[in-house]
């Protein structure tokens, strides 16, 4: 009974045989034809791609001492690491209780465009500017140099706020991406020598030499207790030093 099946099916069988050989066969052919990697997709950085460049808004000198009555100079700085920028803006902050801003310069800026000129507060010097196409690349790009006047001792931070630093790609990418700020000690005078002139003695020339600023000084070292005005103070400490001989 099961010969005669076998016999019945035989036909059936030869013809899934011949199948499952051609199938195998023309599996083996395309995979050697076909290269190990050809259907596998790899994702790739592309070797020329570039991250957009950065830039630093820095205020320098960005450390000091400072004696009260003296004048800081703090220059505004732009690195623009390679990039082109085409436009800065921003607000200067200080404690209006240890410094008063006296002037304000933008010679030698690289600004030529000010949509809104340097304008000082109580506490702050706010800007807005730019320059055309092809805008400015450089490590110090000056913006500003602010002039302070040093009123109390203590310790200050001249600082930068809502601050932007636009790329010159025509998009007006912000591309700020550190501000660095000035961090400085101020503190009372030392004790001024009373030979203002440096002649080994205290007499009247240099008597004459303090009359000659009295009020608001034009020498400084006539200024002998420090406090930016020569007045009967200094001229106490002075005739307490009396030593013409």
Avoid: C
Avoid at 19 to 24: H, P, R, V
Avoid at 195 to 202: F, H, P, R, S
Wanted: glycine fraction near 6%; avoid cysteine; charge should be neutral.
């Amino acid at each position: 009974m099961m010969l005669s099946s076998l016999k019945k099916y035989k036909h059936i069988f030869v013809i899934i045989l011949i199948l499952i050989i051609s199938t195998i066969i023309l599996i083996y052919r395309y995979n050697k034809s076909t290269p190990p990697d050809s259907l596998s997709f790899k994702v790739t950085n592309t070797p020329n791609s570039e991250k957009l460049a950065a830039a630093i808004l820095l205020l320098a000198p960005t450390t000091g001492e400072f004696f009260i009555g003296d004048t800081i100079n703090i220059a505004l700085l732009v690195n623009t690491l390679n990039q082109s920028i085409n436009a800065v803006e921003g607000k200067i902050t200080f404690p209006s209780d240890k410094l008063e801003v006296t002037s304000i310069s933008k010679e030698n800026s690289i600004i030529s465009l000010w949509a809104q000129e340097p304008i000082t507060s109580s506490n702050s010097v706010a800007f807005s500017g730019g320059l055309p196409s092809p805008g400015f690349i450089g490590t110090a790009g000056k913006v500003m140099t602010i002039s302070f006047k040093v009123k109390s001792d203590g310790d200050a931070v001249i600082g930068i706020e809502d601050a932007q630093v636009l790329a010159n790609d025509g998009f007006a990418t912000n591309i700020l991406s550190e501000i660095i700020p000035t961090n400085i000690s101020l503190s009372k005078p030392k004790n001024k020598t009373a030979d203002i002139n440096n002649n080994g003695k205290v007499d009247l020339v240099d008597v004459s030499i303090l009359l000659n600023n009295w009020g608001t000084p034009k020498n400084q070292s006539a200024d002998l207790n420090g406090d930016n005005k020569i007045n009967a103070k200094d001229l106490s400490i002075l005739l307490s030093k009396w030593s013409p001989q």
